[in-house]
């Protein structure tokens, strides 16, 4: 079993940063890739940002230029950071870790962008 848990999500005016953590403990070994998923209101989970062991990494297209996904792998660490949030960034956003077998999640952190 692998638990995640995550930090950092809050309210921001458009325009501004934040940035959000992702802790990983238990079966951390059989970890290929995380990242972070959101649920925008009324809308279906998407995936925002994944990166892999060897650092590749992937994003929307919603979010490319503007957030940046980044991983310490000696802590089991995973960051986003996201900068020139719009409100349309608003949502719950979700750390993941994936294995050959299975998806774990954590429990999600809200983000709210309003002026």
């Known amino acids: 079993q692998v638990q995640l848990v995550e930090s950092g999500g809050g309210l921001v005016q458009p325009g501004g940063s934040l940035r959000l953590s992702c802790a990983a403990s238990g079966s951390i070994f059989s970890i290929y890739a995380m990242g972070w998923y959101r649920q925008r209101p009324g809308k279906q989970r998407e995936l925002v940002a994944s990166?892999?062991?060897?650092?590749?990494?992937n994003y929307a297209d919603s979010v490319k230029g503007r957030f940046t996904i980044s991983r310490d792998n000696a802590k089991n660490l995973v960051f986003l950071q996201m900068d020139a949030l719009k409100p349309e960034d608003t949502a719950v956003f979700y750390c993941?870790?994936?294995?050959?077998?299975?998806?774990?999640w954590g429990q999600g952190t809200q983000v709210t962008v309003s002026s």
């Open positions: 993941y870790a994936q294995n050959v077998v299975n998806w774990y």
């Open positions: 990166i892999t062991n060897s650092g590749h990494t």
